[in-house]
Nanobody
Framework: QVQLMESGGGSVEAGGSLRLSCGVSGDASSRYSMAWFRQAPGKGREGVASFSIGGGKIYYKDSVKGRFTISQDYAKNTLYLQMNSLKPEDTAMYYC?????????????????WGQGTQVTVSS
């Protein structure tokens, strides 16, 4: 059974950087389309970045374009989210999600495997 585990969250000041990692176990990540989502207190879950299988399509939420980069290392079975120029509004619990096969886009629908999340807090 495939499992996802996020790491790399923490507390930083505005303008700082973090790199989130999502380790995939139980299957090869190369078989999955994957994405990062986030949820702030009192708000719904929103898509941040997605990476279709093989990297054919990559999408970013408008507010993170130019600041965040999603990537996969298939040899390490790991998905990454490099976050630069962080803002207080980026504060949220960040989740990675995946689905076997081809999927693209920032809607949570269709992603059937989810991690437990890692907290990112950005102070002003």
């Amino acid at each position: 059974q495939v499992q996802l585990m996020e790491s790399g969250g923490g507390s930083v000041e505005a303008g700082g950087s973090l790199r989130l990692s999502c380790g995939v176990s139980g299957d090869a990540s190369s078989r999955y389309s994957m994405a990062w989502f986030r949820q702030a207190p009192g708000k719904g879950r929103e898509g941040v970045a997605s990476f279709s299988i093989g990297g054919g399509k990559i999408y970013y939420k408008d507010s993170v374009k130019g600041r965040f980069t999603i990537s996969q290392d298939y040899a390490k079975n790991t998905l990454y989210l490099q976050m630069n120029s962080l803002k207080p509004e980026d504060t949220a619990m960040y989740y990675c999600a995946g689905t076997r096969g081809y999927l693209y886009g920032l809607s949570p629908a269709g992603y059937f495997v989810w991690g437990q999340g890692t907290q990112v807090t950005v102070s002003s």
